[in-house]
């Protein structure tokens, strides 16, 4: 079944514990990206990555590594997680052909920062 | 400035009535791409429907359509019939230009049908 899975799908942590939430895709996509959900503010783009070694910054970088070592994983690292950093995180991947069409989620991690 | 600006925070509509969710979109660039996204209760982000700068036609998926007005910059979600299962979350976003790295997102819009 295609698909893009993430781990953990719920996580409690304390500040300063460093964390990685996993994403993996079965699909052979070129493009992964990870996106945090907040009340009244909608997805917003933390990094992106067009193919493997290639990573770029979103939106909403500060706090966050990622790194695209196989073209199937893309996980995010919270080096230092704080408060702010509470949380729904999705992943997100396409085939990227040139002219994207369809991102493909995953189910999403709910991440709590004490 | 707001790149998707969907300004219905939340609406209710009566079942098996039409429904039209706003979204009006801001760029440049003379291609890009729009999209709807569902979000039920259980949080998963499930695609619905697709609409390019240079398509002819607007889109449709079976009960979804997009209500595509260019020069208005505009791309309405519109559910026919609409069900109780229709409740949840719905997001519209934009490919801006031929890029495909940045998929930008409106805040949401929460549906409630009513039975």
């Known amino acids: 079944e295609a698909q893009v899975t993430q781990n953990p799908r719920y996580l409690i942590t304390v500040t300063g514990k460093k964390l990685t939430v996993t994403c993996s895709q079965n699909?052979?996509?070129?493009?992964m990206s990870w996106y945090r959900q907040d009340p009244g503010l909608g997805l917003r783009q933390i990094y992106y990555s067009m193919n493997v070694e290639v990573t770029d910054k979103g939106d909403v970088p500060e706090g966050y590594k990622v790194s695209r070592k196989e073209k199937r994983n893309f996980p995010l690292i919270l080096e230092s997680p704080s408060p702010n950093q509470t949380s729904l995180y999705f992943c997100?991947?396409?085939?990227?052909?040139?002219?994207?069409?369809?991102?493909?989620f995953g189910e999403g991690s709910r991440l709590t920062v004490l | 400035a707001q790149k998707i600006t969907q300004t219905q925070p939340g609406m209710f509509v009566q079942e098996k009535e039409a429904v039209t969710l706003d979204c009006t979109y801001d760029?440049?660039?003379?291609?890009?791409?729009l999209f709807w996204y569902k979000q039920p209760s259980s949080g998963e982000m499930i695609f619905l429907i697709y609409q390019g700068s240079y398509d002819q036609q607007n889109a449709t998926e079976g009960r979804y359509s997009l209500n595509f007005q260019k020069a208005r910059k505009s791309a309405n979600l519109v559910i026919s019939a609409s069900q109780l299962g229709d409740s949840a979350m719905y997001f519209c976003a934009m490919r801006e230009g031929n890029r495909d790295d940045k998929i930008i997102f409106g805040k949401g819009t929460r549906l409630h049908i009513l039975p």
């Open positions: 760029t440049s660039d003379p291609s890009y791409g």
């Open positions: 699909m052979n996509h070129e493009y």
């Open positions: 997100a991947s396409s085939l990227s052909t040139g002219v994207l069409r369809e991102l493909f």
